[in-house]
């Protein structure tokens, strides 16, 4: 039986999301990855409250630069809002991606800006 890139991707997803949740002290940082763009936001999952978001379509981000570039800006504007909010550690969540290319260089953006996790 075979499936689907993003049918296996879901079923990877969702083994991952058995294994960790985020709380209000704790969040989790769950990604979507498209072709053009990725989108970034942290949830507190006991509430089932999205508390903020970060795209690479938002104004902040300029278009050009390689795709992995703006991922890294993503992870760094998420990391900046996450300070706001007075949040310091976080739940990674890759959604079933592979820890590789825009995810690993939004994950490294986030680290810089100052997200733990």
Request: aromatic share 8%; hydrophobic share 30%.
């Amino acid at each position: 039986m075979s499936f689907t890139k993003e049918k296996r991707r879901q079923r990877i997803h969702w083994r991952i999301r058995k294994k960790i949740q985020g709380t209000a002290e704790r969040p989790r940082m769950s990604i979507y990855r498209s072709n053009r763009d990725i989108y970034c936001q942290v949830i507190d999952d006991v509430k089932g409250h999205t508390l903020f978001s970060a795209s690479s379509r938002e104004s902040v981000i300029a278009r050009d630069g390689t795709p992995i570039e703006r991922a890294k800006k993503v992870g760094q504007l998420i990391a900046e809002r996450a300070r706001e909010h007075n949040i310091e550690n976080v739940v990674f969540d890759r959604s079933g991606y592979l820890y590789h290319g825009r995810v690993k260089a939004l994950a490294d953006g986030a680290r810089e800006g100052g997200l733990k996790f």
